[in-house]
């Protein structure tokens, strides 16, 4: 097989594929075995339905084959369909144009009344000395052979150390907070840390510490630094407003940028997204979520390469961890004289002294200051947050004052918290020291900002203070905590935001819950951003969807918070609606699972819920099983969900669950097509009546597909058309860009190319304004497929190796019936295998926005050229 490499193409996770040929409805059960035996060895099964089907183009059909590496033949008692104008059927055209050099493993079901043409077959395959074949009585024998005989093959004949192919590397981009301020003192952690990194059986390093001892600063400093280490990027992944540990892997994959549509398991998903590739993944602040540290076992043994650097304040306790003890920085000895030469040697001293400064930018470290604030930075052991804390107060506190107010209140405060270590009682010490400086009212205002997760805004401040002793002084209070520095500001977007660092939001919330208005103030949160997603949410759909979408991101660790909170007071019917309204924001971005998570929580609490939120709960819950574990409790569940929906009176509700249902029949084992085919067309009539153009399109898309695997292009041809059209008119971003590029496969596949060209070109802007990855990815696949009809192999190459990078940092591959780019892309690499591999090597090193550039004409170039600059 190695004089074939040369023009191999990969599934785009370079799995061995292993083509399966039978007939479809006499070997249905048969063809599920072999699919299972497959994939339990991690290849990838490639099944061509339309193959048996009246013969699609011969050359794409070859092509098809040539792409695959081992031939899996079933055969029973039937030859199988002859079209008008052949010779032979589809079945044994397919055992024909199998390379000779490529394996064959042909299994023979005990014969019940074979037909003729079919024995004629097995003998010749009998005489094909590249053939192995063996009887099997049922399809559990089947499974268990062919699993079995195709490891004994790949263990003979392929090399197991085969290189990757260079073109599908891809780039996590780097993804670090920029600090507020200078890190200090930890030149010789970085080194250290970097160190760990670069061993071979440190798969995790975690740094540990209590909190305020800088792990999260650190951690970035060295993932700054480490550019050389971990070539192709960072992540970094914060988990401070994670409190369920079935959230860590949701969070990582929307760090990564995997995108999670339920259609896999993400856990899959994201080791495909790491696999094979050098990236550092740092996760901020794991004690959280520790129960969940398990998965980052099972994601390294995914992606060797892969290193996770953790912060937290407990060990993981996991396989291939790396313990770094974060310490404090380093404080003039309080028995020693206190010289200005000592206080300048210590990093802790230089970090008040950068910290004072921020604050007072004429303060200076001298022989009459340098003996109080070598005492400070002693009595604070060397925190570098207490530090930070108690050097805000130099504009209104010499250091002599503040030394004395430290030495009298920090003792007594420390006591007040005897069961805790002793390094955090330091800290929250101090944090309470800086506390009792402020005012009643900025007090009670930091307090309160507990309930808000990452960050926050002034208008959702204000819209919290209804009744607060701050009520109408938001501003001046949140300018004081800033000055304190206990709320840090920043900008996103042009937006000025706020952020508690995760001790301080802490300890306000612990002092909220003291005073007993904790559920209170969680409920004037949750209802803020419930008004908030009720204004926002008619925007998903139609001209402002991409606008929507992107103020939703900024909002989203508030929008977690609001839901957790509403159902931590068991307001679970508003936690209901609130998923429920955010149903199409769940689905562009990604978050299925995270959603789940919460619906099955919801589900899981002794409290009365509506009809209609059992509904919505169960409907997020069955999302995911209904393509990963396909069943008929799954057609069921989803049923009970059109019910109730429909006796609460929500009929747009429950037409999507009518075409939920209707998908979810098609991936049962044996598809229920004709019953699916009946519930889609009746979803798609209650949709179009109800106005809701969105759902219509998507079902549309989903008729389309349907036709496309019974081998009726006419007819998915006509649903595309309808689907593509709807979407158009609501100016809706995302069905036009899933819709287009249905429409432009089939296109593609009818021999459509300029029609094919310009509905790609369409797809692949509108995916852009909406940051939809995985729609520009289809996008330059439909571009590929378009150049190599056209004979322009090295921008076929380009392309695709351009969209491959993008798939397999977001995780998502396409279906194999519906992938139509491969195939083209083998028959330009036939005509100059050159060309195209310039192309691969050029694509596999673009970034998105300069394949986009490259893809775009002019005209569409310069209409999206703010956009690009921005990615």
Not at 219 to 248: R, S
Not at 285 to 311: G, I, K, M, S, W
Not at 534 to 554: E, I, K, M
Not at 798 to 821: K, N, Y
């Amino acid at each position: 097989m190695d004089d074939r490499n040369g023009a191999r193409i990969r599934t785009p996770d370079q799995r061995l594929r292993i083509f399966v040929s039978s007939t479809l409805r006499e070997l249905a059960e048969e063809r599920r075995a072999v699919r299972a035996a497959v994939e339990r060895l991690r290849l990838a099964p490639v099944m061509f339905e339309l193959g048996a089907r009246p013969h699609p183009p011969r050359e794409l059909y070859r092509a098809y084959l040539d792409q695959s590496d081992v031939f899996v033949g079933i055969y029973a008692d039937s030859y199988g369909w002859v079209a008008p104008g052949e010779e032979i059927s589809g079945l044994e055209d397919e055992y024909r144009l199998a390379p000779r050099e490529m394996p064959k493993l042909i299994y023979i079901k005990k014969p019940q009344a074979r037909e003729p043409r079919l024995e004629e077959l097995i003998g010749r395959i009998r005489e094909d000395d590249t053939a192995a074949y063996l009887p099997f009585a049922d399809a559990a024998e089947l499974e268990e052979q062919v699993a079995a005989d195709l490891a004994v093959l790949l263990a003979e004949r392929f090399d197991s150390s085969r290189a990757v192919d260079p073109t599908a590397a891809a780039t996590v981009a780097t993804r670090l907070p920029a600090p507020y301020t200078a890190t200090i003192g930890r030149e010789d952690d970085i080194a250290a840390v970097h160190q760990l990194l670069a061993a071979d059986d440190a798969r995790v390093v975690t740094l540990v510490g209590p909190g305020g001892i800088g792990k999260s600063r650190l951690a970035i400093e060295v993932a700054q630094a480490g550019a050389a280490l971990f070539p192709d990027g960072v992540a970094f992944v914060p988990l401070e407003g994670v409190l369920e540990p079935g959230l860590l892997l949701p969070t990582i994959a929307y760090a990564l940028g995997v995108r999670d549509n339920g259609e896999a398991a993400l856990e899959d998903r994201i080791g495909l997204s790491l696999a094979e590739r050098h990236v550092l993944v740092v996760l901020d602040n794991f004690e959280q979520v520790v129960e969940a540290a398990p998965f980052l076992v099972r994601l390294y043994d995914r992606a060797p390469r892969t290193r996770f650097l953790v912060t937290s304040r407990v060990l993981l306790r996991i396989r291939g961890e790396r313990v770094f003890d974060v310490r404090a920085l380093g404080a003039p000895d309080a028995g020693a004289p206190a010289t200005l030469e000592r206080a300048q040697r210590s990093p802790a001293v230089a970090l008040f002294v950068d910290r004072a400064r921020a604050a007072k930018p004429d303060f200076a470290l001298t022989a009459d200051n340098a003996a109080d604030v070598s005492r400070l930075c002693a009595h604070l052991e060397g925190l570098p947050l207490a530090i930070e804390l108690v050097a805000a107060k130099v504009r209104t506190l010499s250091p002599a004052a503040l030394a004395r107010r430290i030495e009298k209140s920090l003792p007594l405060l420390a006591a007040s918290a005897r069961d805790l270590p002793d390094r955090h009682r330091t800290m929250t010490a101090a944090i309470d020291w800086s506390v009792e400086l402020l005012s009643p009212a900025q007090r009670a205002l930091l307090e309160d900002l507990g309930v808000f997760a990452t960050r926050f805004t002034l208008e959702a401040v204000e819209a919290l203070g209804a009744g607060r002793v701050w009520e109408g002084h938001e501003l001046e209070a949140l300018e004081a905590l800033v000055d304190a520095s206990l709320v840090a500001q920043s900008e996103i977007e042009g937006r000025p935001v706020f952020s508690l660092l995760a001790v301080v939001r802490e300890y306000a919330l612990d002092r909220l819950k003291s005073t007993g208005d904790a559920a209170r103030m969680r409920a004037a949160h949750a209802d803020y951003y419930r008004q908030l997603v009720s204004d926002l949410a008619p925007g998903l759909r139609g001209t402002h969807q991409a606008d929507t979408v992107a103020l939703l991101g900024l909002e989203l660790p508030n929008l977690r918070a609001a839901v957790r909170h509403l159902i931590h007071i068991d307001r679970l019917d508003d936690a209901g609606d609130f998923a429920w309204k955010l149903l199409i924001y769940w689905w562009i971005a990604g978050f299925f699972a995270e959603v789940r998570v919460w619906m099955l929580e919801l589900l899981g609490k002794d409290q009365p819920i509506s009809p209609h939120t059992r509904a919505v709960a169960w409907f997020f819950a069955l999302w995911g099983e209904m393509w990963q574990h396909p069943s008929e409790e799954v057609v069921a569940g989803l049923g009970e969900c059109l019910r109730l929906f429909t006796d609460a009176g929500d009929e747009d509700a429950a037409a999507m669950a009518l075409a939920a249902r209707a998908t979810a029949r098609l991936q049962l084992p044996v598809p229920d097509l004709d019953t699916a085919d009946g519930e889609l067309r009746d979803a798609v009539s209650r949709l179009r009546t109800l106005g809701n153009g969105w759902a219509e399109a998507i079902t549309e898309v989903a008729l389309g597909r349907l036709e496309w695997l019974r081998g009726s292009p006419d007819d998915a041809l006509s649903h595309f058309h309808r689907a593509t059209d709807v979407a158009e008119a609501g100016d809706d971003l995302f069905t036009v860009s899933v819709a287009g590029d249905h429409l432009a496969r089939m296109q593609l596949v009818r021999g459509a190319i300029d029609a094919a060209e310009s509905r790609c070109i369409r797809t692949l802007g509108v995916s852009l304004r909406l940051h939809y990855e995985e729609g520009v990815a289809y996008g330059l696949e439909g571009l590929c497929a378009v150049a190599a009809a056209r004979g322009d192999g090295e921008r076929a190459g380009t392309l695709c190796a351009a969209a491959t990078t993008i798939r397999r940092r977001i995780g998502v591959f396409d279906v194999e019936p519906f992938t139509v780019h491969a195939p083209q892309l083998e028959l330009a690499r036939r005509a100059d295998p050159a060309a195209v591999e310039r192309g691969e090597a050029h694509g596999a090193a673009l970034s998105v926005a300069e394949a986009v550039e490259l893809a775009l004409p002019d005209a569409e170039r310069a209409a999206v050229a703010d956009i690009l600059a921005r990615w």
